[in-house]
């Protein structure tokens, strides 16, 4: 036998051992994920295609549910609701825990971390118990916020704060906003002791003010902490279904409805588990599309 | 002159993060008094800040009014505990197993996806991408039947699956391994260790701080999920904390101080464990990310 | 690392052995879940109904669920789609029939209730095929409260009539203005965050000026009249009356329990006595305002269904069960006043010298049409509270409402025709 066909043999010996290897290594993690993660997304795609209810046999509808998609307007508030959460909650998020981030690392060390354990609270304190207590600080009749606003005089008459659909999707993302600033000021804060202190001031002796200093050398450096944290807002803002399902069900007159809990509300409260899904995959279409635009502004960098 | 510019900019915006500290400390202060406040002082329509007198009515109507046994393994049920207990109980089960099998199985993948070259890796990766930020509510329906025909419906395992399936911890794991040099992985494979052991001896201990980042993550986010809870359990004696809170406030909406005794019971333990074990958390959130 | 598996090994054996164990004997354990219904929501009381019964059939376990109105139906259906419906359910006929009835999932329990024996509220017990899914075991006639301390103070008591506890819809607001004069800033408030308690809200809304919510065939919808728009455009102007999406009736009742509110409209003898305790005033129970104050009160009657879970032996025991709790009378009377409701056959020694049932029991005769069974049910009640959410937002012109009011109706009836 020619000795590189002998060689070819052994490579392929070896890329196999490699693959084998891997996947042994992957087995664990990929039983969980094929099995809990992507069968379901797969059926949630197929069961898309039927009428499904409870107590009966799913009848196949084909493209029915999707185009009765189109033409609910519910459907479309909703989107643009967790469309609005995601796009307002993710930059300031970012921006108001860098700003942060920038003032406490320039305190003394007990400082920072203080402060830093302080923001991380809410995190730690849990959705549902977090949610409740902002329940009762909204209470149009013995909230605190309709107190104070009425006793400094910023406000006039109570506000129905959740029940009005001028203030209640704010108002969620409000909370959403003091439930994940925690992390984010943690990276920043470290991200911004790791940076280069030379090049900064380089950049100081080349008569940059500290804005510029600031933005030229450590932000560019920070570069890849910023988009940590925008994939872990992005998450973390599609996660938000405690708060719409225990503060306001989706109302006042949809108003913050998502999809995320329009999902739930035709699963069951209307029966309508196949509309549910083909929602599902929209909602799992659009979330690839921005997962992918991250990935790809992460690579570029 | 830029100096004091300066120097005011940093005492501002000193006031203004030590004002917000406050206003981040105010719910937690809110729920823990709260649960020690008489109804009248709940419902007052000028707050009442600080607690006349400090009461335990909350708390004893929290644990009188729902009992579960303390375990039940076949026919053998345990003696009766206030559900509320049970909640917590499930509750820590549910984290801790969910963190060790997702630590786990993430960071044998997240090696795997790192160090192996393997057919199907890329496409494996943009499927662990894509799935990572998907709400659960996506698969709701299909997951729910999926548990119902594995007889897991209201049985704690089935909180705990679906968290292990999520990519997020495989994410972590694998950007922070893509740090280690690949030369450290070889030169143990020609020393002619297995495959095995060059994961546990070599791999394992230079990846633990992204294990401890996605320990943590892992921890807190199954201690704070509740769709999950919501849809897979049902009974009482199987609840988790959250839910406990979640389906007392279904039955008495407005009764704050009850609720709030609920959620205080519920963030305290895990606040102080994060306070006790502050520096590894931040440190091992930051391991996790920054190097990736 | 060795440690760490160790223990997780050790972890998931216990979490094993915990697991759903097949009974292995003769034993059968049956799942009860209760709906708030008086002191059903109380474990003592229904332990002690358990208790009696596995003195005469200990070879039953009997696990109870305590559900309330707002997640209840979530988790029902979310177990059921989970393979793991209970077997015995507590609730009225909306559910039980018109809902998980309609659906195929519940049986028949025609064995159960004798011909003849539950006259009054057998028709509305049975669906349109003529089965029987709800043992009825008690029902009332909700009704509405007012604070009667709050209106003598307000000096609105000249509005209503004492007697008969009733009032026009004239003198509804005039009251209702009274009271809001007198300093109180909430009278009454549409709650419509959600479909708990929803009957309040309709009974309030077709009694004022007379119209109906749906046809007395029980085939389709009828609520966007003229008559209810008008009612609601009514409330919409009137000071004192004010739409919050951002509550259900529970928290009516509880606001109005603590004084923030001054009237309920999610109200019945049950509401009362659970809140007796907690009552700072004098609670006075009203018919629901209507032109001539005679109001077409809605009903409810609540009653076992049990689930078809595809096992015999539970669901006889599930049936011995209910039987159990129903047959006997002087258990039944138990049963009864454990839920604060009047009884549905006859049965001596009910609420004997009770003055507080013989006050609401005063609404009985007012009980109207049980049109909770119509087909379409579910969606009707969702389009209700989101119409409601709708109107509260609204410019309060009946034209704008009775449109609002029509998009809701269209809706339910084509839910009731896709049935």
Known sequence: MPKNTLAASRTRRLVLQENVAAYLFLLPFLIFFVGFVLYPMFMCLYTSFFDATMGRKDIFVGFANYRELTADPVFWVALKNTMVIVIVSVPITCAFSLWVATIISRMPVAATSAFRCIFYLPVVTGSVAVTMVWKWMFNNYYGIF??????????????????????????????????????????????????????????????ATPFQAFWRVKWQQMMPTTLYILVI?????????????????????????????????????????GYGNAMGVILAIIIAILSAIQFRLGQEK | MNKTKSKVYYIAGFIIVAILALSFLFPLYWIISGSFKLKAEIIAKTPVWVPTRWVL?????????????????????????????????????????????????????????????????????????????????????????????????????????????????????????????????????????????????????????????????????????????????????????????????????????????GSALASVPIIIVFIIFQKYFTKGITMGAVKG | MKKLLALMLALIMVFALVG????????????????????????????????????????????????????????????????????????????????????????????????????????????????????????????????????????????????????????????????????????????????????????????????????????????????????????????????????????????????????????????????????????????????????SLQGGIWGFGVFDNKDEARANAAKEFIKFLTEDDGIYAQVVEATNFQPVRDVAGVYEGNELMAEYALMNPMMGDYYQITKGWTTARTEWWNMLQRVGESDGTAETILAELTQAQDAANAAAAAE
């Open chain 1, 146 to 207: 309709n107190y104070l606003g009425k006793s400094t005089g910023l406000i006039e008459k109570s506000i129905n704060w959740l029940g009005d659909p001028k203030y209640a999707l704010g108002c969620i993302i409000l909370i959403l906003l003091t439930t994940s600033v925690g992390q984010p000021i943690v990276l920043y804060v470290s991200a911004l002791d790791n940076v280069d202190k030379t090049l900064v001031e380089a950049a100081e002796v080349d008569g």
């Open chain 1, 233 to 273: 807002t992005t998450i973390n803002s599609f996660q938000c279904f405690a708060l719409i399902q225990l503060l306001t069900s989706g109302g006042p007159k949809n108003s913050t409805m998502t999809i995320m809990y329009y999902i739930y509300y035709n699963a069951f409260k209307l029966y309508r588990y």
């Open chain 2, 57 to 261: 009515d909350n708390y004893q109507n929290l644990l009188s009014k729902r009992s579960a046994p303390l375990f039940q393994i076949g026919s053998l049920v345990g003696p009766t505990i206030p559900a509320a207990f049970r909640w917590l109980i499930n509750t820590v089960f549910m984290s801790a197993v969910s963190m060790l099998l997702t630590c786990l199985t993430a960071s044998m993948a997240g090696y795997a996806l790192a160090k192996k070259r393997f057919y199907g890796r890329a496409l494996l990766f943009s499927l662990i991408v894509a799935a990572m930020a998907l709400p659960k509510q996506v698969i709701l329906i299909p997951l729910l039947r999926e548990m119902s025909s594995l007889h897991l419906y209201d049985h704690i395992w089935a909180t705990i699956i679906p968290i292990v399936g999520w990519p997020f911890g495989v994410f972590l794991i694998k950007q922070f391994a893509e740090g280690i040099p690949t030369e450290m992985v070889e030169a143990c494979r020609i020393d002619g260790a297995s495959e095995w052991r060059t994961f546990t001896d070599v791999m394992f201990p230079m990846i633990k701080p992204g294990v401890g980042a996605c320990a943590i993550f892992t921890f807190i986010n199954s201690w704070n999920d509740y769709f999950m809870q919501l849809i897979m359990l049902s009974s009482t004696q199987n609840q988790t904390i959250s839910l406990g809170i979640a389906t007392m406030q279904g039955e008495n909406s407005t009764d704050f101080g009850l609720i709030m005794a």
């Open chain 3, 20 to 295: 759903p164990t097949a009974f292995a004997d003769d034993n059968v354990t049956i799942s009860l879940w209760t709906y708030p219904i008086g002191k059903w929501t109380d474990e003592a009381t229904v332990k002690g109904f358990i208790d009696a019964f596995n003195e005469v059939h200990p070879e039953i376990t009997v696990k109870v669920e305590y559900l309330d109105y707002t997640n209840g139906d979530d988790k029902i259906n979310t177990a059921i789609e989970g393979g793991q419906a209970p077997d015995i359910v507590m609730e009225g006929p909306e559910r039980l029939i018109a809902n998980w009835g309609a659906k195929g999932l519940m049986l028949d329990l025609a064995d159960l209730v004798p011909a003849g024996t539950y006259e009054g509220v057998a028709g509305s017990c049975t669906s349109a095929d003529g089965k029987v899914y709800e043992l009825p075991v008690c029902m009332t006639a909700h009704c509405m409260a007012i604070n009667k301390d709050v209106f003598e103070e307000a000096d609105a008591l000249q509005y209503i009539d004492l007697e008969n506890h009733t009032w026009t819809t004239e003198n509804f607001f005039k009251a209702v203005q009274a009271v809001y004069d007198a300093g109180y800033e909430y009278v009454g408030t549409v709650f419509c965050g959600g479909q708990g308690g929803d009957q309040g809200t309709r009974a309030l809304v077709t009694n004022l000026c007379g119209g109906t919510y749906a046809n007395p065939e029980h085939t389709e919808y009828t609520y966007a009249s003229e008559e209810n728009a008008k009612a609601l455009s009514l409330l919409c102007a009137q000071d004192g009356i004010s739409f919050d999406p951002a509550i259900v009736a529970s928290d009516e009742i509880q606001n109005f329990v603590n004084g923030t509110f001054q009237m309920a409209f999610c109200w019945n003898a049950t509401q009362e006595v659970n809140n007796a305790d907690a009552l700072g005033f004098d609670v006075f129970p009203m018919a629901f305002p209507a032109p001539e104050g005679v109001p």
